[in-house]
DNA sequence: CATGAATGAGTCTTCATTCAT
DNA sequence: GATGAATGAAGACTCATTCAT
């Protein structure tokens, strides 16, 4: 994989219906093929095989290797997106503690419904072309919790839009831990309680 | 790449003197390729060429590319581990708000100084054996950060291991981002002093 | 391409009117995706969405690609013939010098008429197959031309066929020199007027 | 094949010797399967099979088969000039008549020296780009012709460049006619004979 | 010890052809 | 008759690794 960035379309839409189940199964492919064999054997080959479908049959709805591995990451970073601006949206004029809270548990919740797959696709993430996918998903939150906080009756916030950034790209590295190693959901439950107490005590300082 | 977490050592040691210039070239020609071709096109003859040698050369060092690459990325992160254990017994008995500065400062430096390195490891971090690898490098970071905040006069930890974990891990997320885009300087300092703010928050609440 | 002699002939001929409409549109769809983008690429599917229908409707008309190819090679060298017999009917009994001229501009006239298409059939003529199609309609050309020089009042022919024979595949050569660069219109003519004086020597020696 | 005219070198030189050897191997195997299979099917795992080596060593040598392809073709073109070149320079001052018939023989010599070679290499230079690489080398051979030409004691030209030119050029279609099919070595006689006599006719014309 | 040519399995990708709708 | 999705064999090319020199 070289250019994650490039085509992320699909190349034609064949008859809807049997589309959508398609692509559905070459994503749940890809995150298997990625779970049991890594980025480097997750091939082209492999993948449609474990889709039950031709090679060709890949590239009739994706150009390359590339855009099928990309789509996957944004569907993916995609649907994490969703819930968290969902979680914003609900969190509006609530105290920070509150929204902090509301934060970390829908972060945690939506990396860990799919823990298979959130693993699986970090090494895709890393490619060239990942971070930028990534980077355009993240500003999508940035602008959710940004507008939430802005709501907030106890907030005080001295850089506000560095603020929202920051609460969230600070979850990143402390989830990707428990999700890299088999954790307890005793461990987990410790995380998320410290984490709470991170974000709220960043919000109201003092 | 396979299995990163394979053989990480060197083959043999070779007059120590040449061994190590070696492998030197050896590391800094991994991290050039890596930066120029990206990971899947870094290969053992492009990274020989690079550092001046034959691939037979490179065999003589390290069993095999995955465990060049994990030896490169071993180094990274362990110099980083250094940096940062360093910069905790620096700090033991001052005040948090001391220790929060210290520790985002330190990995801040640390990160930066090499920005490109940084940047480029974080494909070889994401391939199978990457997640263990650091995981082994980020617990001795851990115990220094647990080891310093004990000793700090003003902290209050309700989980004081949970919380040096956190403390560092939070630093992973925000500074990726900063990496992965060409971040100005001044934004660099508004997000350092936000960190210190973070951390300084969590580590003294209320 | 691997057998361009096999089944030349269309499968079928369906309401007849349609049917040489749909074949024109093939005829022109393949050179046109034979200059744009060379014989390799010059496949079914490209052909097919250029008529403007689809792949299966192609088949309808050939047995497969190569039959298809062939076709178009025969019509184009087929159109040639015809134009250069037309030629030899209407010089008979006329000098050698006349003869010299209609053949030489009758054949520059027919190959520069679509000069992109003969050009985009050169590929195709050298593959397998191709050269056995040219020499039979060069045949035919031949026998034009064998009679119309026996009519010549002023030839004098120690070998007339082979005489036939070379004063056209002797224009061949200088032909595809002009096609295969952009010539200029006065580097046309000057040409023309040498192959002129060429045959016309030939035709009456001394 | 695409663009032959692209990379035409060689991608190392290994050790001399053993290069050598091996590029003439290779060379003789693009021939053998170009005869035996045509164009399309001249696949680089069957040139190296053909070869004795593996696919990889090919590429060792050739940066892809196009370029592979390219320098058969523009060997064996180039051996054509050289023999041409040389016959050139022979017949200097001689009357037209010898001129004429050293070059038809000479090129009649060398095109059927390996008719094999020749006939199988009219695919190629059919391709996109052997066009371009004919005409490079059919250059050098007007030059020499020209000059040639230019010294005769009996010859009037009214456009020498074009005339030498078309000297050539006259020569191409009825050889590649015999070529093409397994003519007897009475007809080549016969031909070879008529040429002589229309060259010489050319170059003193009444 | 160093070298780098040779190997050949393994990748991605394309395309002629078929056939269910 | 038309359509175009599916197929899967086949091709070009790469690269980790070995081993004769």
Redesign the pocket.
Known sequence: ?TALAAPLQQR????QA??AA?IAALHTAVIQVLIKEGL?????????ERA?????????????????LAAVLEKHLGDIADAMVEVCLECRGRPVADMAEALVEGYLAAKLRNAGESRALYAVAGERGGAALADRVYNRMESAVTSMLATAPDGRFEDLAMTASIALHVLVGPVRKILEREATPEFEARLQRQLVLLLTAYFRPE
Do not use: E
């Open positions: 994989m034609k839409s064949p008859v049997r589309s398609t480097t054997r997750c091939t082209t080959t492999r993948i449609a039950g479908m031709s090679v060709g049959s890949v590239y009739q709805y994706y150009p390359n290797r590339d855009a099928l």
